[in-house]
């Protein structure tokens, strides 16, 4: 008969897997790959923004002359349809990219390609210098998804340290579990459980969960996509805050110029299905960036240029 904290973690491994592949990014092959008995872990030593120092699981330290991601002339298909055409790009360690189009153009097929969930149909996609499959074993890849998959008999505070449970194997990150509650104004809420939270605080718990995996690669599928407009706002201003200090690599996916804008480096706009890139804009605005940003006349203009973008791609033929 198995233990309770082995009966618990087995119940939560269950429900990640039942959620995984669509929400988490988690699969059982995933947990074996980074679960302390499937391996022999590779430490380092790395100092932290909060001045300490820890032992970190996981390959060297990469060059920066690695691309954090790269797409090579990536297809996708399901069948008859084409999701994906002749996609090319390439993300940069640190670098926020927005991937932005309209409804139906293979955003999330394009994150879902990174994240190794799917096979590109032709092409090449490299994560962290390997193929995304392995990366995501070697948990290189955290994974935000449009709903927060919080587990309803897990606190705050045991939401936001699942992944770290289920994954034994994995070192610390730069950040504590209750250190990123406490950066996303959750410290009031650590014994609260899902259904005592707001949309916006259950998103706030999902978002500490994936960077308190410590992976370098942050993925996010319009994660902000339920909120009301007002929270949504919010939401962009407290991710940036949270991101930029940790220098986080993040592949993010919206409808929304606004948020494309305030958050990234640079804008890959999708063209209709199948979705090819019709332009990379790159975003010359100053960081850190506070709100007030948002009523800056380069801000509008920014958003200018990449609805421009995103018409030529919806009336491309």
């Known amino acids: 008969m198995l233990r309770a904290p082995a009966a618990r973690r087995q119940r939560d491994l269950a429900a990640l897997v039942r959620v995984g592949d669509s929400s988490l990014g988690v699969d059982r092959a ?100 390997r193929p995304p499959a392995e990366a995501r074993a070697a948990k290189r890849i955290g994974f935000v998804p449009q709903r927060p998959a919080l587990l309803p008999w897990r606190t705050v505070a045991q939401n936001a340290r699942l992944l770290l449970d289920v994954n034994r194997g994995v070192g610390r990150a730069p950040a ?65 805050a949270v991101c930029e200090p940790l220098a986080t690599t993040v592949l993010f996916v919206t409808h929304s110029l606004a948020e494309a804008v305030f958050l990234s480096d640079r804008v890959a706009v999708l063209s209709s299905r199948p979705g090819r890139i019709v332009g990379v804009e790159p975003i010359g605005l100053a960081r850190p960036r506070a709100a007030a940003l948002e009523d800056d006349p380069a801000f509008f203009a920014s958003e200018t240029k990449l609805r421009t973008l995103l018409h030529h791609g919806m009336v491309r033929t």
């Open 176 to 240: 504590s579990p209750l250190e990123l509650l406490a950066e996303v104004g959750l410290t009031d809420f650590l014994d609260a459980y899902p259904h005592e939270l707001s949309g916006g605080m259950q998103q706030r718990v999902a978002l500490a969960r994936a960077l308190a995996l410590g992976a370098p690669l942050l993925l996010m599928d319009e994660p902000f996509a339920a909120l009301d407009e007002i929270t949504r706002e919010d939401m962009r201003h407290l991710l940036a």
């Open 30 to 129: 995933d947990h074996m790959s980074g679960c302390a008995p499937c391996q022999v872990p590779t430490r380092r030593t790395t100092r932290t923004r909060f001045g300490t120092e820890h032992a970190q699981i996981g390959p060297p330290v990469r060059s920066a002359s690695v691309p954090a991601i790269e797409l090579s002339a990536v297809t996708c298909r399901f069948g008859r349809t084409e999701a994906l055409a002749a996609i090319d790009l390439v993300v940069e360690p640190g670098e926020v990219v927005t991937v932005l189009g309209p409804s139906g153009s293979g955003k999330t097929t394009l994150l879902r390609l990174v994240a190794g969930l799917v096979a590109p149909t032709s092409g090449e996609v490299i994560v962290d210098g």
